[in-house]
């Protein structure tokens, strides 16, 4: 059996195209975001798993879709913990340009193991600034200050293990955003292509 990586795998959500795994889509399977590249490695021993990690904001208000934040899909070897990453970043990537401010993140990133039936993931997640972050900033500027007010970017980091079932979404919430709506983090396992 091979697994193949699938860092990168799927870029920034900029809408609801994919499955969430509060929604309908989840339910029947459909709308998976793993796509293979075509870089492989061979498992040293048992058989391949996919695993799909998703990342949203919940919305307080009834009925509402979530906020997308990242999602990522990777092959997983028995016993061996794999990277996945989703990770935007928007502005200058450094203190250096953009008159000191950074870029600011997006996304999610981590590992995951998978013992068997149980599966322990590890997760960042960067939550994206929101509209008040900015309006913060910019009241913080119109009271006579030296307009260095910056947004405060936001990360949350997640450990968990839980044992799956194939096919069904484990979610977890792992925080809050700055307008203190929950941050949650979702993952399935799956079978894995067999050679």
């Known amino acids: ?25 989840a339910a029947t399977g459909e709308g998976t975001t793993y796509h293979g590249n075509g870089d492989s490695m061979r498992c040293p021993s048992g058989i391949v798993r996919i695993a799909e990690i998703q990342t949203f904001v919940q919305n307080p208000q009834p009925h509402a879709d979530p906020q997308p934040i990242g999602s990522a899909s990777v092959e997983v070897c028995a016993d061996n913990e794999t990277k996945y990453i989703d990770i935007v970043t928007r502005g200058a990537p450094d203190d250096v340009a953009n008159n000191g401010q950074q870029g600011h993140k997006s996304g999610v990133d981590g590992t995951i193991q998978i013992h068997g039936r149980t599966a322990q993931l590890n997760a960042n997640i960067y939550i994206p600034l929101s509209d008040a972050d900015y309006t913060q900033c910019a009241r913080q500027d119109d009271s006579g200050q030296d307009g260095s007010c910056k947004p405060h970017a936001q990360v949350v980091s997640f450990t968990g293990t839980w044992v799956f079932s194939l096919g069904k979404w484990a979610t977890f919430r792992t925080g809050a955003d700055s307008a203190g709506s929950p941050v949650v983090i979702a993952a399935r396992v799956l079978s894995g292509p067999v050679e």
């Open 1 to 25: 059996m091979r697994a193949r990586l699938a860092a990168n795998a799927v870029i920034f959500l900029a809408g609801m195209a994919l499955a969430t795994p509060v929604g309908a889509h």
